[in-house]
């Protein structure tokens, strides 16, 4: 006999009017939401994959057929092979420096040192703080006229005038590369710090036992111990930051001289200022077509680390 499905709390901060209307809607059961949200996604998908097929007019939506004229004059643009190579080094140098630090940062906070507790909220800090105050707080303290960071540097005597690197064409890449590093290296941290406290013990007395030193343990039991949640934190982050707009847009708006411009930045130019909808739907379709090559290698990663740890 079935029992009637009862009510789900709903927790202060999810309480919303759509909340609820969702889920007494639904009596509970979560799978219509995802469903619902699942289905419009792969209509937007499918009609961005549809438009880049066309031109598109910016007001009447009409739909001219060009074939895929789209993706040739997206291959022949310079602006276009600029903001990918720039995308790439954006997502390399992020990939690079956050899978590092991140690692280090939880091999420490797993060390048993005085004060941890609070190092590790110290840490998550600015996982937490939102993008726009992020940016507000780095522009205002590299003002090139008043900026704190500036000040600081001319009164320590390592630069003659106040800095602004988000204005400088060849600093203002590392200068978002090292933000973006800042706020999200947090995200790292943590998977993998979860990951290490269910590393077995036994594990790393067995190797040090069998001689292995630091390094030894490091490479032999906690690096595979960790790589499998390392990889799929890289593969979220990898997917994250190819797609991420508001810290570029916002530190540097793709300037100066669009030495900035990423993708994400490029599409907003097609689709808003040039009004060219059908070309910006061929750029984010090419985008999400080297994003699941990407997930694939992943994947095969993940499933390489998760055999050789068993």
Known sequence: MPYPRRPVPLPGAVGTPIVVAVIEATNGNWRAPFIIFGVIGVLFAVGSVFDSFFHVDF???EHTFLGLDNYRR??????????????VLWVAGN??????????????LNAGLRGQTLARGLVLFPYVVPAVVAAMVFRFAFNDT????????????LSDTLVNPFADPATVMFALVAVNCWKYVPFIVIVVLARL?????ELREAAALDGAGRFGVFRYVTLPWIAPALIVAMLMRTIWTAYDFDLPYLLSGGGPMDT???VPLEIRKLAFADQDLGLASALAVCVAILLVAGARMYVRAYRASEDATG
């Not at 406290?197 to 013990?201: C, D, F």
């Open 95 to 108: 990939m690079v420096i956050q899978a590092a630090a991140g690692v280090a940062v939880a091999l420490l």
């Open 197 to 201: 406290q269910t590393l077995p013990g």
């Open 74 to 87: 997206l291959w022949e643009d310079p602006a276009v092979r600029g903001a990918f190579g720039r995308s």
């Open 59 to 61: 007001l009447t939506r």
């Open 260 to 262: 900035s411009t990423t």
């Open 146 to 157: 008043s900026g704190m960071a500036g000040y600081l540097l001319r009164t320590l005597g």
